[in-house]
């Protein structure tokens, strides 16, 4: 079998990848998560997949990268298995954690060298400049030498974007990118996964609960509801939509009557 490195030298010239999700269904002991979704992602497209907290973005999210068995259905990516290490390395799939999930003991730039030294991406000093330009392209030059510790919630997520891009995928896949940011960050990170798109040829999957970061940054999105997929459409479908699931997500309206809300009740004076 090839190395890793022979597989990635013997990589498609960076050009964007389709991926097929067909009749997808994830189980956990009796617990039903996903169920019978499917959707195709074009090459070079950025698709969203919107929906709220526990309707089973994350798991379809590890299951694209690989990280997960389908327990129905399949998943390919260009016609090839990610769950095989040889399509994770073929694509260089990458995956930007919600959390970042950068280790802590490590600078910034070890962060980001870690995992093309122990694949053998290259040289050293080829590797040093695969990580400066990932630094460079999100505009972290300055941060190498920082420590996880010491940096604010929008910085560890571009960082958590760098560490994907030393990979140079042709699947970059996002969970929440934007989550616990305020506005103004969220735009940014917005604005650099649409660069990241030309910069790269890249197809992006984006994960998200934030319904202005979905409409605003994707060619289509999914709306997911209970572990199905309700929706697959243009931003300005959902605009437009009067489905009562579209608008409920669109526009949630805090029911007063609802037991949880017992305590915002008017009391009477
Ligand atoms: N490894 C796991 N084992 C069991 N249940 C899980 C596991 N991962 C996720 N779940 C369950 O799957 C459901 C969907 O989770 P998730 O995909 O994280 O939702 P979302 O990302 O949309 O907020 C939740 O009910 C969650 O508890
Ligand atoms: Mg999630």
Do not use: W
């Not at 990268?65 to 694509?91: H, K, V, Y």
């Amino acid at each position: 079998m090839a190395s890793n490195r022979e597989n990635i030298l013997q990589r498609d010239n960076h050009r964007p990848v389709a991926v097929e999700v067909t009749g997808l269904g994830k189980c956990y002991g009796s617990q039903e998560v996903l169920t019978d979704v499917s959707f195709r992602v074009e090459p070079g497209e950025i698709f969203v997949i919107m929906g709220p907290s526990g309707s089973g973005k994350t798991v379809l999210l590890r299951h694209l990268a690989g990280l997960e068995s389908p327990t129905t259905g399949q998943i390919t990516i260009n016609g090839c298995d990610p769950t095989l290490a040889e399509t994770r390395d073929r694509f260089a799939l990458a995956l930007v954690f919600q959390s970042g999930a950068l280790l802590n003991s490590l600078s910034v730039y070890d962060n980001l060298a870690l995992y093309p030294h122990e694949h053998r991406l290259g040289s050293k000093p080829e590797i040093r400049d695969r990580v400066m330009r990932a630094l460079r392209i999100l505009s972290i030059e300055h941060a190498a030498h920082k420590m996880p510790s010491e940096l604010s919630g929008g910085m560890r997520k571009r960082v958590a974007i760098a560490r994907a891009l030393v990979m140079e995928p042709q699947l970059l896949l996002y969970d929440e990118p934007t989550s616990e940011l305020d506005p103004t960050m969220a735009a940014t990170i917005a604005e650099i996964i649409g660069s990241l798109r030309e910069e790269y040829a890249v197809t992006s999957v984006v994960v998200s609960h934030d319904r202005d970061l979905s409409l605003t940054i994707a060619d289509r999105v999914a709306l997911m509801h209970e572990g199905r997929l309700h929706t697959v459409a243009p931003p300005a479908d959902y605009r437009a939509s009067t489905d009562p699931v579209v608008a409920d997500f669109l526009n949630p309206k805090i029911d007063l009557k609802n037991p949880r809300f017992k305590n915002l009740e008017a009391k009477p004076s």
